[in-house]
Every structure is written in C-alpha cells, then in structure tokens.
C-alpha cells in the first residue's frame, strides 16, 4: 500500500519561501514519476510540478515557472518543492501524488497514489 506524506507547509508573506516535503512509502520509488498539486479555497485542485522517476527531466505549471523548483531523492525516497517569491494566488491546499508509471504527466487521471495534503497560506 502505497503512503505519502507531506510536511513544510505554513503561513508566509508575500515574496516568501517555503519548501514542502514528501514521504513514500510502499512502492520502488524510483520507477515513478512525482507531482505537486494545489487546491485553493473554493477552487478545482491544478497541477503545479511533475518530475520523472529518474529525477532529470520536470515540467512546471506556467503560473510557478521560474519561482519553484521541485526535486527528488531516491535514496530517500523523497521529493520536495522549493517555493519562492510567493504570491496571495499560490495559497491553498498543497497535495503531493505518485503516477502509475515513470514518464512525465499533468493529468490528475495519471496519479494513483495522493496525499493528505498541506495548507500554504500567502498573505499580501
């Protein structure tokens, strides 16, 4: 059974930083791709980043493109978000999920595995 967990979640202002953490647990970690995923108040869950299994090839949103860089650590079997220059608009619930193969993927079909999630919150 597959387990992810997330951590680093938190309030900052405007043009803050903040770096979330995943955990997995249950599957060879490797041999999936990782994503980000946000849900703001009252809004539909978005994609924000994906990386593949390997860890050397990552696709942002356009919206987080040149402030957050994700990354993972397959040894630890680990992926994290560096978030910075936050903005009021990236607030909301922050969900880290695993694919069901290793290629990079955006749509939300292409995950089976998600978190619980983690609130960031940006004030302006």
């Known amino acids: 059974q597959v387990q992810l967990v997330e951590s680093g979640g938190g309030s900052v202002q405007a043009g803050g930083s903040l770096r979330l953490s995943c955990a997995a647990s249950?599957?060879?970690?490797?041999?999936?791709?990782m994503a980000w995923f946000r849900q703001p108040l009252e809004k539909e869950r978005e994609f924000v980043a994906v990386?593949?299994?390997?860890?050397?090839?990552?696709y942002y949103a356009d919206s987080v493109k040149g402030r957050f860089t994700i990354s993972r650590d397959n040894d630890k079997n680990t992926m994290d978000l560096q978030m910075d220059n936050l903005k009021p608009e990236d607030t909301g619930i922050y969900y880290c999920?695993?694919?069901?193969?290793?290629?990079?993927?955006?749509?939300?079909?292409?995950?089976?595995?998600w978190g619980q999630g983690t609130q960031v919150t940006v004030s302006s």
């Open positions: 990386i593949n299994g390997a860890g050397d090839y990552w």
């Open positions: 249950g599957r060879t970690f490797r041999d999936y791709a």
């Open positions: 999920a695993m694919a069901k193969q290793r290629l990079l993927k955006t749509r939300q079909a292409d995950f089976d595995a």
